[in-house]
């Protein structure tokens, strides 16, 4: 079954409203969670690199005042869109990782339409 | 239960050598294949497929689905050193664009 969760798996809002999406692996503990954001053609671009108990490292030309990213637990990331614009609608993927079996796993993913 | 399986988990051949990697999947509401090649950051993006039967082709890397078997398998001929990723496979649902991964197969090309 599906080790990554994230919620939700589909969100439409307003523009200038802030969404939360949470990502969570089930059934380990996740030191480090990796949020993308999907393009036209299918392809991902990295957006951040969330690590438990600290700072989250932004891929460069992604706004970190934008797009606050939380990973308070072993088992929980958070990103926020903050102020969303139409611009932003866009698919948002998280994955973690399995450090001890070395293994990414992905979440389903949570699509964002801003009106 | 929905899930992507790929086989196998990870795989060492030579230069030159040609390898196939597997994909089976069980999801409701299929809507196409994606294959993806990941090797630092963002998994790029090879080829989507949808219809069974068809080959898709690009330089060295080729793939196919087929929908009976609910597989899929990505080919790669003359491989190189610079092939070396781990080699991902996504399945996307009609219904709420969600998108099942699986954990990849781990490819290592020696010279």
């Known amino acids: 079954g599906a080790v990554v969760s994230q919620h939700p798996s589909r969100v439409i809002c307003k523009s200038g409203t802030s969404v939360k999406i949470e990502c969570r692996s089930l059934?380990?503990?996740?030191?480090?969670m990796f949020w993308y954001r999907q393009f036209p053609k299918q392809s991902l671009m990295l957006m951040a690199t969330?690590?438990?108990?600290?700072?989250?490292?932004?891929e460069q030309g992604v706004e970190k005042d934008k797009f606050l990213i939380n990973h308070a637990s072993l088992t929980l990331s958070t990103l926020t869109v903050t102020s969303a614009h139409p611009e932003d609608s866009s698919f948002y993927i998280c994955?973690?990782?399995?450090?001890?079996?070395?293994?990414?796993?992905f979440g389903p993913g949570t699509r964002l339409l801003v009106l | 239960e929905d899930k992507v399986v790929q086989s196998p988990l990870s795989l060492v051949v030579h230069e030159g050598d040609t390898v196939t990697l597997n994909c089976s999947y069980e999801?409701?509401?299929?809507?196409?294949l994606l294959w993806y090649k990941q090797e630092k950051k963002a998994p790029t993006f090879l080829f989507m497929l949808?219809?069974?039967?068809i080959e898709k082709k690009s330089g060295r890397l080729s793939s196919i689905l087929d929908k009976k078997e609910l597989s899929s398998i990505l080919n790669i001929t003359a491989t190189q050193t610079g092939d070396s990723a781990i080699y991902l496979c996504?399945?996307?649902?009609?219904?709420?664009?969600?998108?099942?991964f699986g954990t990849g197969t781990s490819l290592t090309v020696i010279p």
């Open positions: 994955s973690a990782l399995d450090s001890y079996q070395e293994t990414q796993y």
């Open positions: 059934d380990f503990q996740a030191t480090t």
């Open positions: 969330s690590n438990e108990g600290s700072k989250a490292t932004y």
């Open positions: 999801v409701t509401n299929f809507r196409s």
């Open positions: 949808t219809s069974s039967g």
């Open positions: 996504a399945v996307e649902r009609n219904t709420g664009n969600q998108f099942y």
